[in-house]
């Protein structure tokens, strides 16, 4: 199994909703990502997980809330988002040690927040 | 400005070759990555060159890297309408070990 799977694949939400995006791996990767993509942009890097700890968080406001609750699980808990969050949000996996390139992603989670 | 930058759009003809041409900024890099991403879909790993190498061949697709330049190329041979998508050239830095990505090249493939 060499996938990431991402669900739900597409999500329209409220701003006063709770919601939650999950990932899946199963390639014994332990190092997990969360990535934000705009229209015709870059991924841009939201946070990591090492073995299921929390290394790296770049400034990403806090309503947005990353869980790792396993090895192969990564959640990332939405509340109280605002229009400008709506976009592509993607998982990412690597072997080993993080912070290499050779990533895996998933096929995203589209995010609409009305 | 952006450390790492890319045209926006190239346009090819089927069976032609493509050349997508990345420039960066930070000399530390120690690998250089190509990813595509098609519509509506994640980013898959095409191939990566390690900083102290000049070239890497994999099947189709040929990396040049001229680091005195901070310049990398990314030919694919023969071009399929498949290979329709954006790709992404991304470093990984020395110090930090952050991926930091190119903004995206739209490829389109003309029959």
């Known amino acids: 199994d060499t996938e990431v799977t991402q669900t739900p694949k597409h999500l329209v939400m409220g701003m006063t909703n709770k919601k939650s995006l999950k990932c899946e791996q199963h390639m014994g990767h332990r190092a997990m990502y969360w990535y934000k993509q705009k229209a015709k942009k870059p991924p841009e890097l939201m946070f990591v997980y090492s073995y299921e700890k929390l290394s790296i968080n770049e400034s990403v406001p806090s309503r947005f809330s990353p869980e790792c609750p396993n090895s192969s699980l990564l959640n990332l808990h939405l509340h109280a988002l605002q229009p400008e969050d709506s976009a592509l949000y993607l998982c990412?996996?690597?072997?080993?040690?993080?912070?290499?390139?050779?990533?895996?992603f998933g096929e995203g989670s589209r995010l609409t927040v009305l | 400005g952006e450390d790492v930058e890319q045209s926006l759009f190239l346009s090819v003809r089927e069976g032609d070759s493509s050349v997508i041409n990345c420039t960066y900024t930070d000399s530390s890099s120690t690998y250089l990555y190509w990813y595509k991403q098609e519509p509506g879909a994640g980013l898959q790993l095409l191939t990566y060159i390690f900083s102290n190498m000049d070239m890497k061949q994999d099947q189709r697709l040929t990396v040049l890297l001229n680091k005195k330049d901070k310049h990398l190329s990314l030919r694919i041979a023969d071009t399929q309408t498949g290979d329709s998508a954006i790709y992404f050239c991304?470093?990984?830095?020395?110090?930090?070990?952050?991926?930091?990505f190119g903004g995206g090249t739209r490829v389109l493939v003309k029959p």
């Open positions: 990412a996996s690597s072997p080993g040690r993080e912070y290499t390139g050779e990533l895996f």
């Open positions: 991304a470093e990984r830095k020395a110090a930090g070990n952050k991926l930091t």
